[in-house]
């Protein structure tokens, strides 16, 4: 079994994980430490259990409004290679977002590590 250490706002976490599944759980990690970074610049000083209750809330409504997006493709009468193109098309932009989330989750961590 893997374990990856994951930072959100400077605070280690051990998660455990599949063999093979580190680096995107890693990236998963960068994502949410992104988002807690917007979120804590947007709303000021927060606890950290109402920040991760706020992340929680964003990426849910990000899913949210991706399986939507899905549903009314697939009830406009899009056949299955539509539906899949659009799945795929969406699970590109959530990669997307949970890389730049993971890169900004790593240049906090290099800040917290530095000198």
Known sequence: MGQVSINIRGRQYQIACDDGQ??????????????????SAAAGSVSDALLLVMVSLMVADELADTSAE?????????????????????????????????????RIAARLEGP
């Open 70 to 106: 899905l549903e009314s493709l697939q009830a406009a009468g899009g056949n299955a290679t539509q539906a899949r193109a659009a799945r795929e098309e969406a699970e590109k932009d959530v990669v997307k977002v949970v890389n730049g989330l993971a890169e900004r989750i790593e």
């Open 22 to 39: 580190e680096a995107h759980l890693a990236r998963l990690g960068r994502y949410l430490d992104q988002r807690a970074e917007q979120i």
